[in-house]
């Protein structure tokens, strides 16, 4: 019997393939996550947000070991997190590069201490209650203290791109 197929496709390499390419097909919000060094604001796009059990009302975000932005959560327990609404994919863009001045020419204002951007779909203010390991990403608990949202359109990400949701009756 040959078996070399049901190896390769059992093998861990071709799992983390395939497990990447599934990943990228689901739809996920999209946010800057924020924190405030002194007087400095930083922001990193972050699609691994979700929210936890409403009792306490906490969210996750995931974040790469690698990031700027979890080397200062670390330092100051806090961080915001700014859902993006659909016509903002351009900030998206922007706090997906690296470095110190993604915030020239952005509106944005302090909140509770945070950096919250204009006219964003969700704020969402949190004192980081654990960073918890996950692999090459560390997961940050955020114990929600504040929260404001608009009923607008979401920004999502899928299959590489961005978009928004509609709903059945849009068919
Ligand atoms: C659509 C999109 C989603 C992203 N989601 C995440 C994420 O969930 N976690 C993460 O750590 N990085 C994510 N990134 C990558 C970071 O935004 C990027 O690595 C950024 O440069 C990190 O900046 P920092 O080192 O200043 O924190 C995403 C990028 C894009 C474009």
Same mark, same amino acid.
């Given at each position: 019997?040959? $078996?070399?197929?049901?190896? %390769?496709?059992? *093998?861990?390499? !071709?799992?983390?393939?395939? +497990?990447?390419?599934?990943?990228? !097909?689901?739809?996920?919000?999209?946010? =800057?996550?924020?924190?405030?060094? &002194?007087?400095?604001?930083?922001?990193?796009? %972050? *699609?691994?947000? /979700?929210?936890?059990?409403?009792?306490?009302?906490?969210?996750?975000?995931?974040?790469?070991? &690698? *990031?700027?932005?979890?080397?200062?959560?670390?330092?100051?327990?806090? +961080?915001?997190?700014? =859902?993006? &609404?659909?016509?903002? *994919?351009?900030?998206?863009?922007?706090?997906?590069?690296? @470095?110190?001045?993604? +915030?020239? /020419?952005?509106?944005? #204002?302090?909140?509770?201490?945070?950096?919250?951007?204009? @006219? $964003?779909? $969700?704020?969402?203010?949190?004192?980081?209650?654990?960073?918890?390991? @996950? @692999?090459? #990403? =560390?997961?940050?608990? /955020?114990?929600?203290?504040?929260?404001?949202? =608009?009923?607008?359109?979401?920004?999502?990400?899928?299959?590489?791109?961005?978009?928004?949701?509609?709903?059945?009756?849009?068919?």
């Amino acid at each position: 019997m040959d $078996t070399s197929k049901e190896h %390769v496709v059992g *093998s861990p390499a !071709t799992l983390a393939v395939r +497990f990447r390419q599934a990943m990228a !097909t689901l739809c996920t919000p999209v946010t =800057v996550v924020t924190g405030m060094d &002194g007087d400095r604001p930083h922001g990193t796009t %972050v *699609s691994a947000f /979700g929210s936890l059990p409403m009792d306490p009302t906490m969210v996750t975000v995931a974040l790469d070991r &690698g *990031s700027a932005l979890l080397a200062m959560v670390r330092r100051t327990r806090r +961080f915001g997190v700014n =859902v993006l &609404g659909s016509d903002q *994919s351009d900030l998206a863009l922007r706090f997906a590069r690296k @470095g110190t001045d993604k +915030f020239v /020419g952005v509106e944005w #204002h302090a909140a509770e201490g945070l950096p919250r951007l204009t @006219g $964003t779909q $969700t704020w969402l203010s949190c004192d980081a209650a654990e960073l918890v390991d @996950g @692999g090459d #990403h =560390v997961i940050a608990l /955020g114990l929600v203290t504040e929260i404001d949202t =608009v009923p607008t359109s979401p920004l999502t990400y899928c299959a590489r791109s961005f978009g928004t949701h509609l709903d059945h009756e849009h068919d």
